[in-house]
């Protein structure tokens, strides 16, 4: 079940990972990976498609009131996404980051990965008070260390930057 269908979880932001498509992660070394970062982190509904390639899985980060639902996409439609991206980035892009830019209309794979908060306290009339429980950090390790396993290039579409 995708976590936008639960109430106990609202959507923050996503993020992209692309990559070359000959790098896609195998489902049990992500999930190896991603065991190791924390042993907090709870996986749940990990897929793979027929030869053991990652497609999606849900991470729950309890600490952290703190949720990811992660997918992977790879062939034409990341293609010109990531063509188009890096056209956008290009006008924001530092002299260090020029290169990944660069990089990115070459990737034909894409891992996807929704942030969503878990709501604390709903109904109450201190939400406002509460409002800040979620930690970013989980977020911020995850996408490394899923970059890093796929050689991947990290952006952020909201604001049109690289991580």
């Not at 293609?79 to 990089?103: F, G, N, P, S």
Request: hydrophobic fraction near 40%; glycine fraction near 4%; proline fraction near 3%.
């Amino acid at each position: 079940m995708s976590l936008f269908e639960s109430d106990e979880y609202q959507w923050r932001e996503t993020y992209f990972i692309f990559f070359s498509a000959d790098k896609r992660p195998r489902a049990d070394k992500l999930e190896r990976v991603l065991r190791s970062m924390n042993a907090r982190y709870l996986l749940r509904d990990l897929r793979t498609d027929e030869n053991g390639d990652f497609e999606s899985v849900t991470v729950l980060s309890p600490d952290d009131y703190a949720a990811m639902d992660i997918t992977c996409t790879v062939g034409d439609e990341v293609t010109e996404q990531a063509l188009e991206m890096a056209t956008e980035l290009k006008t924001t892009a530092t002299k260090d980051q020029i290169d990944l830019v660069a990089r990115i209309p070459k990737c034909s794979g894409r891992i996807e990965v929704y942030h969503f908060e878990q709501l604390v306290f709903v109904g109450s009339e201190a939400d406002d008070e509460f409002d800040d429980f979620m930690d970013p950090g989980a977020l911020l390790v995850v996408l490394q260390q899923i970059a890093d396993l796929c050689d991947g290039i990290v952006v952020d579409p909201q604001s049109g930057s690289l991580l």
